[in-house]
């Protein structure tokens, strides 16, 4: 099992940055990946960046250039440094991490609320 922690959620004004932090314990051998979804009120679950083990990043393209995804390793967890936020950003952020063995796992966090304000 894994077990995801996340915190820095919060309100911000449109321009502002906030940072996002998520923490894993548990069996964590086999990592394909982690990253941050989010989801805002009627609309799917969405990719917002991914981290492979390797380092490789994948961003949506409505965060390029404003988000950065990042890791330490020594301490399982995964950050999401936002800069520029806009009202649009507004959503339920969702920690992900993704582990390969026999079969996919896909474990998720518990959603820190993000809101910002025009």
């Known amino acids: 099992q894994v077990q995801l922690v996340e915190s820095g959620g919060g309100l911000v004004q449109a321009g502002g940055s906030l940072r996002l932090s998520c923490a894993a314990s548990g069996s964590l051998f086999n990592i394909d990946n982690m990253g941050w979804y989010r989801q805002a009120p009627g609309n799917e679950r969405e990719l917002v960046a991914k981290?492979?083990?390797?380092?490789?990043?994948t961003y949506a393209d409505s965060v390029t250039g404003r988000f950065t995804i990042s890791r330490d390793i020594t301490k399982n967890t995964v950050y999401l440094q936002m800069n520029s936020l806009k009202p649009e950003d507004t959503a339920v952020y969702y920690c992900?991490?993704?582990?390969?063995?026999?079969?996919?796992?896909?474990?998720w966090g518990q959603g820190t609320q993000v809101t910002v304000s025009s």
């Open positions: 981290i492979t083990s390797v380092g490789g990043r």
């Open positions: 992900n991490v993704k582990i390969i063995r026999a079969i996919t796992y896909n474990y």
